[in-house]
């Protein structure tokens, strides 16, 4: 009997995949791979993931990896068709999926990549992970020759380049005609019922404030799905209280860009990104002939809006926190507050704290304490320094905050810590 196949997904070719990531990788230089949507390499050329040997450097597992590129083509699906991400040893990677009879069928992963200086990144990601053992940080820095270096401002462009071959092999042009057609079909009656609601409430007509307002909040959460429902029933308030003056919704849609452009700027985008969609609005406004038209480009452009701001404050974050540990790093001898850090970065304390503990996973001064208490360390294995010596060298106000924090941290006193370590280290040598 002949072996079972699989019949071949009508959209997925592997030799066109195989082919566009082959052409990509050697016009770029960097790693580009072809995996199906469970995360198995068909084909790679140039230095991806298979190439890198920095998570068997760590002791990391594979599937880590696996599972991190897995979820960058879930999220490339949800938001517009490209990713950038980091794995877990801090490379950065974008991913475009290849898109099967119902699903994606496959992926093509360009990276992994360093997206900041090399020296930067030995210092923050590379002493992370490493920093406990020295032959094994001294076989990371040496592996990193390998590994390219590509700057911030092309790996956006680059992800529009993958983003436009896939879409080829996809045929997005075809099923992007037909899905407009549908989405504004279904637009139009979403906003309907909303309107429906808003006339069974009876209440006094009045400029939506709050919609608007709760729309910037979630806009400025990241939060897509609700941004555009939000705008939706946005949409709805303006038209009900319109009178059916096209005119006068035109006016508050461009004073609602105003608001979206500054909040995209309190995000952490650059002004000129963050200024795009009033630009677009002004040379397409006079096109836009009714509220159909004008209600549909207004949805389109928040979804691409978003998609941009949620990638870029992706790649911007992983910079920004690297710049904040730069800066911790030198200054923790001296009193520091989120506030002061926050400021020599050029951002908001609120923002800081919550992108910090968005990508570290714990708090600005947690970490601060865990670099306070590292530092301690090394003083208190190789030197006879005082204790308050080193507790004023590290930061510490007074001896008596530094043990505490010392035993919270180490699970021991400084001194305790400082017999043991310097005893191992007495009898190495005496072994020696």
């Known amino acids: 009997m002949a072996p079972k196949t699989t019949a071949p997904s009508l959209h997925f070719d592997p030799e ?24 198995l390499t068909l084909y790679e050329h140039g230095y991806g993931c298979a190439s890198c040997e920095l998570c068997g450097i760590a002791g990391l597992p594979h599937e880590n990896c696996i599972y991190a590129h897995n979820y960058g083509m879930t999220a490339a699906e949800r938001f517009g068709g490209r990713y950038i991400y980091f794995c877990p040893m801090g490379l950065t990677c974008f991913v475009s999926p290849i898109i099967g009879d119902t699903a994606s069928a496959a992926k093509i992963t360009v990276g992994p990549f360093i997206m900041v200086e090399k020296e930067d990144f030995i210092d923050c990601e590379i002493q992370e992970h490493f920093g406990d053992s020295p032959e094994a940080l001294k076989q990371a820095v040496a592996f990193l020759d390998k590994i390219p270096v590509v700057l911030p401002e092309k790996v956006q462009e680059l992800s529009v ?23 504004s079909d ?59 003056n096209l005119e006068w919704m035109k006016s508050r849609i461009y004073e609602f860009l105003v608001l979206l452009s500054r909040t995209a700027i309190d ?42 701001f949620l990638r870029y404050s992706d790649t911007r974050h992983g910079n920004l926190i690297n710049r904040c540990i730069q800066y911790m790093d030198a200054h923790y001898s001296q009193p520091l507050s989120l506030e ?55 930061g510490f106000e007074d001896q008596s905050y530094f043990t505490k924090v010392f035993r919270r941290t180490a699970g021991l006193s400084p001194s305790d810590y400082r017999k043991l370590r310097q005893g191992k280290t007495s009898n190495q040598e005496e072994h020696n």
């Open 186 to 244: 279904s637009l139009q009656k979403q906003i309907s019922t909303y309107i429906q609601q808003m006339k069974q409430q009876a209440a006094p007509l009045h400029y939506p404030f709050e919609k608007e307002k709760t729309l910037i909040q979630s806009i400025s959460h990241y939060d897509k799905e609700g941004s555009l429902q939000y705008l939706k029933e946005f949409l709805a308030a303006l038209l009900l209280n319109s009178g059916g």
């Open 161 to 183: 380049l993958l983003f436009m071959a896939a879409g080829f092999m996809n045929n997005l042009s075809d099923e992007n005609r037909f899905l407009s057609m549908a989405r």
């Open 340 to 394: 002061q850090t926050a400021s020599a970065i050029g951002l908001s304390p609120a923002y800081l704290s919550r992108i910090f503990r968005k990508e570290t996973g714990i708090t600005f001064n947690h970490y601060l304490n865990q670099l306070r208490i590292t530092k301690a360390k090394d003083l208190l294995r190789h030197t006879n320094m005082r204790l308050l010596d080193i507790a004023l060298l590290t």
């Open 267 to 308: 995000g952490g985008a650059q002004e000129s990104d963050a200024m795009r969609p009033l630009a677009n609005y002004q040379k397409a406004a006079g096109t836009l002939k009714s509220f159909d038209t004008l209600s549909a480009w207004l949805v389109k452009l928040l979804e691409n809006f978003m998609d941009g």
């Open 16 to 39: 066109l995949a195989k082919s566009c990531s082959r052409a990509f990788s050697i016009a770029t230089g960097l790693g580009c791979t072809v995996s199906d949507a469970h995360g």
